[in-house]
């Protein structure tokens, strides 16, 4: 059921943003009196799911759901039309129009994601705020993994700042050492303000790891004991924090799922606190490497910040973050092409998107997310690589400067060496879903 959830939002938020996509290439298109011979929603080889012709277009739903596209009149795209280019120019083709009007129809789709991108961040911001851990209120500090670890960070250091600058979001931590390539981290470690040099060569393995590599530290409290579990039958109790397990110390629960994962049905005994008196207890590990309780939530435990936005407040704050979503993912484009950090191994296809969706319906996370993939379609879209809309823009760039028009033919081979490329990555993407299937 959860999946069926997942892939109903993946494809709601496609159809959303892939229509508003190509109705930015066909306004302008129509605006300029360019015939449009089809507008579809995914795409259509061999047949369509659902199509209906009004005055020169054909308007379908495809049963292929990678995208979408407009087929415009004397345009070589993706159709590979070469017996229409075979034909003298129309007045009401594309080819026939000025480079300026044939660059506003190319960059319209780009334009409407990114417009489309910040209204949806403003409107979610507007509706429902924005909720966030301040990097102070991690009281407890951080708890790492060994990537971390290899850095100099310790489980429990209090992140102050980043390269000296301070990081007001505790969720932006990672990102700015990531991105930035950060040299130095400022930590509070037991009382004591110190500096962590981050050595050369580091970044790029965590970014290898594919995995958070720091997360807020929460103490093992117990807010709740599952009937007939071990936890129960040893005796603990709501209010409960474990100390330690078998000797081991476990300030952290992080550290009690750890331990119980390493020894599955082993016998346990638990040092807690409760009511300011330490006792011990005694438990058999579960074949699932756990005991049965859960702890007093995040939210609970640490303060989060929660800001409300009016109307007009909303609309800057909805283009800023726009803008840092943009920029975000443009330096993480970045590190795609540096081998060092193997971060192609971490692009993701269709089953990746589909799993950033909330497993189950929930609007708010649905459509700060639809905002997000609005500005990736925009970023790789106006990517300059024939067949996208970034490549169309290059060459008319070139005729405008130049006044030289690339001829049909040179078009015609740049469309397929672009529609190789896209095909290539796409076989990237969800190869690497597939490989992490298994």
Known sequence: MEILIQASQLILSLSILVTLHELGHFIPARLFKTRVEKFYLF????FSLFKVKKGDTEYGIGW???????????MIDESMDKEQMKQPPQPWEFRSKPAWQRLIIMVGGVTVNVILGMAIYA?????WGTQYLPTENAIHGVYTDSSAVSIGLKNGDKILSVDGEKVANFNDIQLKILLEDAKTIQVERTGRIEEVIIPEGTIAKMIKNQQPFMEPAVLPQVDQVLENSPAKKAGLQ??????AINGEETPFFQDVVSYLQDHKEETAKIKVLRNNSEIELEATISEEGTLGFA?????????????????FESIPA????????????????KLIFNPETEAYKSLGGFLTIGKAFSPHWDWQRFWSFTAFLSIILAIMNILPIPALDGGHVMFLLYEIITGKKPGDKFMEY???????????????ANGNDILRLF
């Open 43 to 46: 795409f259509d080889p061999w």
């Open 64 to 74: 292929l759901p990678l995208g979408g596209y407009v087929k415009i009149s004397g």
């Open 123 to 127: 409107m979610v911001l507007f509706v």
């Open 238 to 243: 709501v209010g409960d924090q474990l100390l």
């Open 295 to 311: 702890i007093v939530p995040l939210d609970k435990q640490l303060v989060f910040d929660t800001k409300e936005y009016g109307f």
């Open 318 to 333: 909805g283009i800023h973050k726009a803008y840092d979503s943009f920029d975000n993912y443009l330096k993480q484009i």
């Open 414 to 428: 740049a469309q397929i060496i672009g529609i190789i490329i896209l095909l290539s990555l796409m076989i990237l």
